[in-house]
């Protein structure tokens, strides 16, 4: 099915991120997954050749593209090829944590941060997640109390994805005790600032290459300019960027399923048994038929969900929709491929093995499908209730 949400110019965007990538991650990729994380290099080179904040306005050095399709081809990229765990660094630079720092931020802000972010001197991350606290961030536990002109943040966050590499935290902490969501901000914490550390590389089953670590803050004195927003909009802001965040996830997710289902069909085409193809048994073709049909209408799902985002028009419902939907096709896919590609599949050799490891996570971070479910079913009654009565 042809999709009609690109143009040319996307077109272009496409063919130059592709070759990107096979100059400068694919080579890489297996001794990145190896050590835990990518070369920086790699990093800055990505903000050399115009792939990372796209959106940012020329005068702090970026492209004024704010169209989220660019980042949706990235995505899409890199999870074709099988290395997102090496991507990720970038997706989550420019999906997730700059629309904190492109649309919060004071003008001296965005002249200090966003030419590094840009350039790509400058990696970032965002610190939502706390050991004991998980999905409830109304009930994180890392505190930064005013002190004169800066900020001390006690506490810790944990599942910090670009942990290790970045140079530059967006830290959700708490500023007021006595509230819950009105007592959570939003403070910028710079690499090598006293006090503050990096736990060691958390060792998960997947996303070998992308580097997520727990981090400490100690008595950590942070300029009272670093804050985002003003004291107790943290909360807000947070939940009006998680639809972006999702988002991206949801294209990821999709993008992931259908380069399961081609790795799978090759290889099924390729593959005898009993004499005859894989692919020729009324078994697998039902299978592969199935899997194939959901792709092409999940497909459809995410392309208008970038559309509406493009207008200013993605709702939390809806992006929890694209979330949750896609996600969960991501793992059937990756489970029927491998199921079909028998004890091949269980080889780290093939990419569908990879993909298994790595969709695992899909389900979980950017707020679990239980998470999804409950945003979405709050919402059930206003969208369906007329209807039934």
Known sequence: MKRTLFTEIH??????FRAFVKAEI???HEEWERQGRIDRSMFTAAGEAGFLAMAVPEEYGGLDQDDFRFNAIIGEELQRVGVIGSGMCITLHNDVVLPYLLNHTTEEQRRRWLPGVVSGDTMTAIAMTEPEVGSDLAALRTTARREGDTYVID???TFVTNGINADLYVVAVRTDPQERHRGISLIVVEDGIPGFSRGQLLDKIGLHSQDTAELFFDGVRVPADNLIGEEGQGFGILMRN???ERLGLTVSAISAARAALRWTVEYCAQRKAFGKRILDMQNTRFTLADLATRVEIGQVFV?????????GELTGEDAAKGKLYT??????????GLQLHGGYGFMREYPIARSYLDARIQTIFGGTNEIMREIIGRGLEETYGEGVR
């Open 303 to 311: 392309d208008r969900l970038i559309d509406m985002h493009g207008l």
């Open 11 to 16: 077109d272009d965007f496409r063919d130059g």
């Open 26 to 28: 694919l080579p890489h």
């Open 242 to 244: 998680l639809a972006q």
């Open 327 to 336: 996600t969960e096709l991501q793992q059937q896919v990756v489970n029927e």
């Open 155 to 157: 506490g810790a966050k």
